[in-house]
């Protein structure tokens, strides 16, 4: 072999375009935010296939759930989606409620309906501030940030607690909103309204932004059926699927709202979804509020409901029940339901298997974004890095919710 | 009062659907689940993805949503593991239903639905992690939430939620690599 011969070779073999790169990114990667590690087999940029490892973030939700009471289960739920912990929990307890066969008050159902609307902004002001970030476009994300800041510090009013709630109860809610609940939801999404104005002047008509986002990550209606994807990303594809229209639970039935869809599928379509759907939880938040009746925040059932304390300390009937509920849990009549919710991400379920005794025997979460990520490795196929991120951004996996 | 079927399931009739599934696959054996809060319908393990096939394709039903896979742990009573489909109707959303089956818990396996169902694939391989279900036929059986050397499925009743494994070296990406997807 000669020197021009050999050195050839040599320049051939170095080429990186001329074989298939193995990358791995993750599992704690700065531009994916959740701990997810992907195998990227990579033909120079552009990816060929992709290897997802989850698990990184499993807590074994599901077997401590079995471990302990119906209510103990609340504060594991505020720990799925930390981005939207409201409607975690209301949904686990509509869940149960239809195992007791009960129902919660109007005001409960009215005050249920606003704070999982504000959780469901501040879920896809996260969402969509992180994935423009990570397109840099890092005003808009800071924009969105105080937005979903505004939230978060709602929650802390009426609840005391910023992200572990725990604010929901069998039968109701842990305590009623307090007085000036009204003005300060109000605040809250007059402030987002304007910073939403600001966000889609930054982005809608960006050239940048929108090359990034248009013909990217597109799914068809069939297989995202099929890959069981629901909430925007199903939406994106132009199937008009929301739990909330279709399966109307809480009040959701009397507001007067859209859902958005998409028609391409593709990232562009999931921002504008996802987009939308908060100006739409604006309106949905506007009419509760209206309609708000006062009156009690539990169902005035002592089986299922602990009673006031000064009942327990003053009469034999109420330190009975608060034992009861405390010491063996609510009972739950034996029996099994899939019971769903819109959550931010999707369809929010939970499969409930109840023996009859004060513990679960059995329950399920059904994450939205775990079909999400199923379906992932679809959509970046043929894509570059780059997009890898925008992508997976918009997807919105969280890390609790999809190991739990 | 709201009971657990609620008026969103009207015009879903489990025990109709379930002579619809028995008349396109007889061997399925299916019949509904009397007194369940929500149309369920049990049908033969190893008839699953024929039964899920139907339910996908049939005009007026079109179950196109998988919606969740999951499993049921019922060996102390009954010596079964019940594994269970989510499905919704294409036709009308509101539209739920659960597909049931019961495979032995001492060697649980059943044929995999991942080709009826995209979606069927992870779900499948979470209930394999969870519960040791092995679903034949599929095209990608690892662990998904539990690491490679984890022993046993942390899901099943007797398997104790205190218990604790040894910490794993950490992984020689060359000599000891994550298992690939075959």
């Known amino acids: 072999m000669s020197t021009d011969e050999s050195r050839k070779n040599l320049a051939m073999a170095a080429d990186p375009l001329s074989e298939i790169m193995e990358l791995q990114m993750g599992p704690s990667h700065p531009a994916c935010h959740g701990t997810v590690k992907f195998d990227l087999r990579l033909d120079g940029e552009n990816i060929i296939s992709m290897d997802t490892t989850l698990g990184y973030l499993h807590r074994g939700f599901e077997k401590m759930c079995e471990q302990g009471t119906w209510t103990q289960v609340i504060p594991y739920t505020d720990r799925l989606n930390y981005a939207s912990p409201q409607i975690n929990n209301f949904i686990f307890c509509e869940a149960v409620e239809r195992l007791c066969g009960i129902e919660a008050p109007e005001r409960a159902s009215y005050i249920r309906v606003i704070l999982s609307e504000c959780s469901r902004l501040a879920d896809h002001l996260t969402c969509l501030g992180m994935s423009v970030t990570e397109l840099g476009a890092i005003s808009a994300g800071f924009y969105m940030n105080e937005a979903r800041e505004l939230f978060y510090n709602l929650n802390a009013h009426v609840t005391g607690a910023r992200v572990t709630v725990s604010y929901g109860r069998v039968g109701g809610l842990a305590r009623d909103v307090p007085d000036d609940f009204d003005q300060v939801v109000r605040a809250a999404i007059k402030r987002t309204e304007e910073v939403l104005r600001d966000c889609e002047k930054l982005l809608e008509r960006n050239r940048i932004f929108a090359d990034r986002m248009a013909g990217i990550g597109i799914l068809t209606k069939e297989e995202a059926l099929g890959f069981g994807l629901t909430g925007p990303l199903l939406r994106a594809t132009g199937v008009s699927y929301d739990v909330r229209k279709a399966a109307p639970y809480m009040v959701y039935d009397r507001f007067d709202f859209e859902v958005p869809v998409g028609t391409k599928g593709d990232n562009f379509d999931r921002f504008a979804v996802r987009f939308e759907e908060m100006k739409q939880s604006i309106r949905i938040i506007d009419q509760a509020l209206k309609q708000m009746p006062r009156g009690r925040i539990t169902v005035d059932d002592p089986r299922f409901v602990l009673p006031d304390k000064k009942d327990v300390y003053s009469n034999i009937e109420g330190l009975m029940n608060h034992f009861k509920i405390i010491i063996e849990g609510v009972r739950v009549p034996a029996g099994e339901i899939y019971f769903s919710g819109e959550g931010a991400n999707g369809e929010l379920g939970f499969y409930v298997v109840s023996d009859g005794s004060g513990r679960p025997y059995r329950i399920r979460v059904r994450p939205p974004c775990w079909y999400g990520m199923a379906a992932l490795e679809d959509m970046v196929r043929g894509h570059m890095v780059s997009d890898l991120t925008a992508i997976f951004g918009l997807v919105n996996m969280i890390g609790g919710e999809c190991d739990r | ?182």
């Open chain 2, 1 to 182: 009062m709201a009971l657990g079927g609620r008026e969103h399931d009207a015009g879903l009739d489990a025990a109709d659907l379930a002579a619809r599934v028995l008349a396109a696959v007889p061997a399925s054996d299916a019949r509904a689940v009397a007194g369940a809060l929500m149309p369920t319908i049990e049908v033969g393990s190893t008839e699953m993805p024929d039964v899920l096939a139907f339910l996908r394709d049939a005009p007026g039903l079109e179950f196109k949503l998988f919606v969740d896979a999951t499993a049921i742990d019922r060996e102390a009573a009954q010596g079964l593991l019940e594994v269970v489909y989510v499905l919704r109707s294409i036709v009308n959303f509101g539209w739920r239903i659960v597909v049931k089956t019961a495979v032995d818990a001492a060697e649980p396996s059943m044929p995999t639905s991942a080709a009826v169902h995209a979606g069927a694939n992870w779900a499948e391989r979470e209930i394999y992690d969870m519960f040791g279900v092995t679903f034949d036929g599929h095209p990608d059986l690892r662990r998904i939430l539990m690491y490679p050397e984890f022993v046993g499925h942390p899901l099943r009743k007797t398997y104790p939620y205190q218990k604790r494994q040894p910490l794993t070296p950490e992984r020689d990406p060359l000599s000891n690599p994550w298992p690939k997807r075959n």
